[in-house]
Protein backbone atom coordinates (compact mmCIF):
# COMPACT_ATOMS: atom_id res chain seq x y z
CA UNK A 1 0.00 0.00 0.00
CA UNK A 2 1.56 3.71 -1.06
CA UNK A 3 1.89 5.80 1.94
CA UNK A 4 -0.29 8.91 1.82
CA UNK A 5 1.17 12.29 0.91
CA UNK A 6 2.57 14.30 3.33
CA UNK A 7 0.57 17.76 3.74
CA UNK A 8 1.90 20.10 2.06
CA UNK A 9 3.83 23.05 4.48
CA UNK A 10 1.55 25.84 5.74
CA UNK A 11 2.69 29.49 3.92
CA UNK A 12 2.83 32.29 6.33
CA UNK A 13 1.70 35.84 4.34
CA UNK A 14 3.03 38.85 5.34
CA UNK A 15 0.86 42.02 4.57
CA UNK A 16 3.20 45.32 3.76
CA UNK A 17 0.18 47.79 4.95
CA UNK A 18 1.97 51.37 3.96
CA UNK A 19 5.21 51.88 2.99
CA UNK A 20 7.36 55.12 3.17
CA UNK A 21 6.29 55.95 -0.45
CA UNK A 22 2.47 55.07 -1.55
CA UNK A 23 0.18 57.87 -0.49
CA UNK A 24 -4.08 58.22 -1.55
CA UNK A 25 -2.93 59.99 -4.64
CA UNK A 26 -1.48 56.78 -5.71
CA UNK A 27 -4.24 54.88 -4.21
CA UNK A 28 -6.95 56.19 -1.80
CA UNK A 29 -6.97 52.73 -0.26
CA UNK A 30 -3.14 53.27 1.68
CA UNK A 31 -3.50 53.70 5.15
CA UNK A 32 -1.65 56.48 6.58
CA UNK A 33 -2.71 57.16 10.07
CA UNK A 34 -2.53 55.37 12.62
CA UNK A 35 -6.14 54.08 12.92
CA UNK A 36 -6.42 53.71 9.31
CA UNK A 37 -3.30 51.52 9.66
CA UNK A 38 -4.81 49.24 12.23
CA UNK A 39 -7.84 48.64 10.56
CA UNK A 40 -6.29 47.58 7.40
CA UNK A 41 -4.07 45.76 9.47
CA UNK A 42 -7.01 44.04 11.02
CA UNK A 43 -9.10 43.13 7.38
CA UNK A 44 -6.06 41.78 6.48
CA UNK A 45 -5.55 39.34 9.38
CA UNK A 46 -8.92 38.42 9.08
CA UNK A 47 -8.02 37.89 5.14
CA UNK A 48 -4.88 35.08 6.34
CA UNK A 49 -1.96 37.55 7.02
CA UNK A 50 -0.04 36.25 9.36
CA UNK A 51 3.11 38.79 9.91
CA UNK A 52 2.42 42.52 9.28
CA UNK A 53 5.31 44.69 8.12
CA UNK A 54 4.70 48.56 9.67
CA UNK A 55 5.84 52.35 8.66
CA UNK A 56 5.03 55.24 9.89
CA UNK A 57 3.63 58.84 9.08
CA UNK A 58 3.62 61.76 10.35
CA UNK A 59 1.22 64.71 10.71
CA UNK A 60 2.01 65.60 6.63
CA UNK A 61 2.25 62.15 5.91
CA UNK A 62 6.08 61.63 5.48
CA UNK A 63 8.05 58.70 6.56
CA UNK A 64 9.46 59.14 9.71
CA UNK A 65 11.31 56.46 12.54
CA UNK A 66 9.09 58.27 15.47
CA UNK A 67 8.93 55.60 18.31
CA UNK A 68 5.76 56.61 20.10
CA UNK A 69 3.96 56.59 16.54
CA UNK A 70 5.32 52.71 16.35
CA UNK A 71 4.14 52.15 20.09
CA UNK A 72 0.71 53.29 19.30
CA UNK A 73 0.50 51.08 16.39
CA UNK A 74 2.03 47.62 17.70
CA UNK A 75 -0.47 48.63 20.51
CA UNK A 76 -3.32 48.45 17.90
CA UNK A 77 -2.40 46.18 16.36
CA UNK A 78 -1.87 43.66 19.42
CA UNK A 79 -5.20 44.70 20.90
CA UNK A 80 -7.20 44.09 17.44
CA UNK A 81 -5.04 41.32 16.05
CA UNK A 82 -4.41 39.19 18.60
CA UNK A 83 -1.35 36.63 18.23
CA UNK A 84 -0.48 38.75 14.97
CA UNK A 85 2.87 39.09 14.12
CA UNK A 86 4.06 42.92 13.84
CA UNK A 87 7.32 43.35 12.16
CA UNK A 88 8.74 46.68 12.64
CA UNK A 89 10.28 48.83 9.50
CA UNK A 90 14.35 49.75 10.31
CA UNK A 91 14.31 51.16 6.53
CA UNK A 92 16.69 54.15 5.22
CA UNK A 93 13.77 56.32 4.11
CA UNK A 94 12.14 56.76 7.34
CA UNK A 95 15.14 58.29 9.02
CA UNK A 96 19.21 58.11 9.44
CA UNK A 97 21.73 56.27 11.33
CA UNK A 98 20.49 55.26 14.62
CA UNK A 99 17.19 57.05 14.53
CA UNK A 100 16.42 53.88 11.91
CA UNK A 101 16.60 51.57 14.94
CA UNK A 102 14.17 53.85 17.84
CA UNK A 103 11.72 51.92 17.66
CA UNK A 104 13.68 48.30 18.62
CA UNK A 105 13.25 48.87 22.64
CA UNK A 106 9.33 48.39 22.15
CA UNK A 107 10.23 44.79 21.29
CA UNK A 108 7.97 44.04 18.37
CA UNK A 109 8.39 40.13 17.44
CA UNK A 110 10.34 40.95 14.40
CA UNK A 111 12.08 44.01 12.58
CA UNK A 112 13.46 44.56 8.73
CA UNK A 113 16.91 44.57 8.53
CA UNK A 114 18.84 45.32 5.28
CA UNK A 115 22.18 43.91 5.28
CA UNK A 116 24.12 45.63 2.60
CA UNK A 117 23.40 48.35 0.20
CA UNK A 118 21.92 48.89 -3.17
CA UNK A 119 20.48 51.06 -5.21
CA UNK A 120 17.00 52.15 -5.87
CA UNK A 121 14.75 54.04 -8.65
CA UNK A 122 16.32 57.34 -7.79
CA UNK A 123 19.28 57.14 -4.59
CA UNK A 124 21.20 54.78 -3.25
CA UNK A 125 20.16 52.92 -0.02
CA UNK A 126 22.82 52.98 2.19
CA UNK A 127 23.40 50.32 4.84
CA UNK A 128 26.66 51.20 6.41
CA UNK A 129 28.62 48.13 7.84
CA UNK A 130 28.95 50.03 11.38
CA UNK A 131 24.59 50.48 11.01
CA UNK A 132 24.00 47.14 10.10
CA UNK A 133 26.02 45.80 13.45
CA UNK A 134 24.53 48.01 15.53
CA UNK A 135 21.13 47.45 14.19
CA UNK A 136 21.72 43.63 14.79
CA UNK A 137 23.10 44.21 18.20
CA UNK A 138 19.94 46.05 19.19
CA UNK A 139 17.59 43.68 17.71
CA UNK A 140 19.71 40.50 20.15
CA UNK A 141 19.54 42.74 22.96
CA UNK A 142 15.41 43.33 22.83
CA UNK A 143 14.64 39.89 21.53
CA UNK A 144 13.65 41.10 17.97
CA UNK A 145 13.68 38.48 15.21
CA UNK A 146 15.31 40.07 12.10
CA UNK A 147 13.65 39.47 8.53
CA UNK A 148 17.18 39.89 6.82
CA UNK A 149 16.42 41.89 3.40
CA UNK A 150 18.02 40.50 0.62
CA UNK A 151 18.15 42.79 -3.13
CA UNK A 152 21.49 41.13 -4.00
CA UNK A 153 22.97 37.81 -3.93
CA UNK A 154 25.70 39.68 -1.34
CA UNK A 155 23.54 40.09 0.97
CA UNK A 156 22.60 36.60 1.67
CA UNK A 157 26.16 35.87 2.15
CA UNK A 158 26.89 38.98 4.24
CA UNK A 159 23.56 37.77 6.55
CA UNK A 160 25.35 33.86 6.65
CA UNK A 161 29.00 35.64 7.68
CA UNK A 162 26.97 37.49 10.64
CA UNK A 163 24.78 34.13 11.69
CA UNK A 164 28.76 32.33 11.74
CA UNK A 165 29.53 35.43 14.23
CA UNK A 166 26.70 35.44 16.37
CA UNK A 167 25.47 39.00 15.73
CA UNK A 168 22.29 37.27 14.51
CA UNK A 169 20.47 34.67 15.52
CA UNK A 170 20.42 31.13 14.11
CA UNK A 171 17.95 30.21 11.68
CA UNK A 172 17.84 33.58 9.95
CA UNK A 173 14.98 34.25 8.15
CA UNK A 174 15.23 35.98 4.58
CA UNK A 175 13.26 37.56 2.43
CA UNK A 176 14.28 37.65 -1.56
CA UNK A 177 13.42 41.29 -3.14
CA UNK A 178 13.07 41.59 -6.92
CA UNK A 179 11.53 44.14 -9.10
CA UNK A 180 13.18 47.44 -7.38
CA UNK A 181 14.24 49.29 -10.18
CA UNK A 182 18.24 49.38 -10.59
CA UNK A 183 18.49 46.52 -8.08
CA UNK A 184 17.75 42.83 -8.28
CA UNK A 185 15.03 42.09 -11.51
CA UNK A 186 12.08 39.65 -11.29
CA UNK A 187 13.74 36.99 -13.05
CA UNK A 188 13.40 33.26 -12.46
CA UNK A 189 16.95 31.66 -12.94
CA UNK A 190 18.29 34.33 -10.66
CA UNK A 191 15.49 33.58 -8.04
CA UNK A 192 16.05 30.11 -8.14
CA UNK A 193 19.55 30.81 -7.47
CA UNK A 194 19.08 32.52 -4.45
CA UNK A 195 17.10 30.28 -2.82
CA UNK A 196 19.29 27.55 -3.37
CA UNK A 197 22.41 29.62 -1.96
CA UNK A 198 19.79 30.53 1.25
CA UNK A 199 19.51 26.46 1.79
CA UNK A 200 23.18 25.69 1.06
CA UNK A 201 24.22 28.44 3.60
CA UNK A 202 21.50 28.08 6.40
CA UNK A 203 19.87 24.57 5.47
CA UNK A 204 17.01 22.89 3.17
CA UNK A 205 14.69 23.32 6.22
CA UNK A 206 15.06 27.07 6.79
CA UNK A 207 12.26 29.30 6.36
CA UNK A 208 12.47 32.07 4.05
CA UNK A 209 10.26 34.69 1.68
CA UNK A 210 10.09 37.06 -1.13
CA UNK A 211 8.82 39.75 -1.86
CA UNK A 212 7.81 41.24 -5.77
CA UNK A 213 7.45 44.90 -6.37
CA UNK A 214 4.90 46.45 -8.49
CA UNK A 215 3.45 44.23 -11.31
CA UNK A 216 5.85 41.84 -9.90
CA UNK A 217 4.21 41.16 -6.62
CA UNK A 218 1.70 38.25 -7.77
CA UNK A 219 5.00 36.47 -9.76
CA UNK A 220 6.97 36.34 -7.10
CA UNK A 221 3.95 34.88 -4.59
CA UNK A 222 3.56 32.16 -7.61
CA UNK A 223 7.06 30.95 -7.27
CA UNK A 224 7.68 31.15 -3.58
CA UNK A 225 4.93 29.01 -3.03
CA UNK A 226 5.96 26.18 -5.64
CA UNK A 227 9.19 26.75 -4.40
CA UNK A 228 8.21 25.86 -0.33
CA UNK A 229 9.18 29.52 0.57
CA UNK A 230 6.66 32.37 2.28
CA UNK A 231 5.00 35.12 0.79
CA UNK A 232 4.59 39.15 1.00
CA UNK A 233 1.80 41.35 -0.67
CA UNK A 234 0.52 44.76 0.74
CA UNK A 235 -0.21 48.33 -0.64
CA UNK A 236 3.32 48.97 0.29
CA UNK A 237 4.88 47.38 -2.76
CA UNK A 238 1.79 47.56 -5.49
CA UNK A 239 -1.15 49.57 -5.09
CA UNK A 240 -2.86 47.71 -7.95
CA UNK A 241 -4.47 44.00 -8.74
CA UNK A 242 -4.04 44.67 -12.16
CA UNK A 243 -2.37 46.95 -14.74
CA UNK A 244 -6.47 48.88 -15.19
CA UNK A 245 -7.32 47.96 -11.53
CA UNK A 246 -6.69 49.55 -7.86
CA UNK A 247 -6.66 47.01 -5.03
CA UNK A 248 -9.48 47.96 -3.04
CA UNK A 249 -7.47 47.17 0.58
CA UNK A 250 -4.87 45.25 1.23
CA UNK A 251 -7.04 42.37 2.84
CA UNK A 252 -7.39 42.18 -1.12
CA UNK A 253 -3.89 41.54 -1.67
CA UNK A 254 -3.58 39.03 0.67
CA UNK A 255 -6.88 37.08 -0.64
CA UNK A 256 -5.14 36.84 -3.55
CA UNK A 257 -1.43 35.75 -2.14
CA UNK A 258 -4.03 33.18 -0.31
CA UNK A 259 -5.57 32.21 -4.11
CA UNK A 260 -2.02 31.64 -5.21
CA UNK A 261 -0.58 29.44 -2.26
CA UNK A 262 -3.89 27.61 -3.11
CA UNK A 263 -3.31 26.91 -6.65
CA UNK A 264 -0.26 24.98 -5.28
CA UNK A 265 -1.79 23.19 -2.16
CA UNK A 266 -0.51 25.32 0.25
CA UNK A 267 -2.62 26.24 3.23
CA UNK A 268 -2.54 29.76 4.49
CA UNK A 269 -0.51 29.83 8.38
CA UNK A 270 -2.71 30.99 11.45
CA UNK A 271 -0.67 33.00 13.75
CA UNK A 272 0.25 29.70 15.82
CA UNK A 273 1.62 28.15 13.18
CA UNK A 274 3.80 31.15 11.58
CA UNK A 275 5.12 31.77 15.24
CA UNK A 276 6.03 27.91 15.17
CA UNK A 277 7.87 28.48 11.78
CA UNK A 278 9.68 31.33 12.82
CA UNK A 279 10.66 30.08 16.05
CA UNK A 280 8.68 33.75 17.80
CA UNK A 281 7.76 33.55 21.48
CA UNK A 282 4.36 33.80 22.33
CA UNK A 283 2.18 36.67 21.80
CA UNK A 284 2.04 39.33 24.39
CA UNK A 285 0.02 38.72 27.20
CA UNK A 286 -1.01 35.61 25.52
CA UNK A 287 -4.06 35.76 22.63
CA UNK A 288 -7.12 34.07 21.82
CA UNK A 289 -8.85 32.64 19.46
CA UNK A 290 -9.95 35.92 17.80
CA UNK A 291 -8.66 36.50 14.35
CA UNK A 292 -7.87 34.24 11.78
CA UNK A 293 -6.84 30.39 12.21
Not at 11 to 18: D, E, K, L, P, R
Not at 220 to 240: I, P
Amino acid sequence: MTAPAAPAAPCIICVAITGSLPTKADNPAVPVTVAEQVESTHEAFEAGASIVHCHVRDDAGRPTADPERFARLKEGIERHCPGMIVQLSTGGRSGAGQARGAMLPLRPDMASLAVGSNNFPTRVYENPPDLVDWLAAEMLNHGVKPEIEAFDLSHIFKAAEMVERGQIAAPPYVQIVMGVRNAMPADRPAFDFMVATIRRLFGADVPWCAAGIGRHQAELNDWAAAAGGHLRTGLEDNVRLDRATLAPSNAALVRRAAQIAARHGRPVADWRQARAILGLRPPPGGASDKGHS
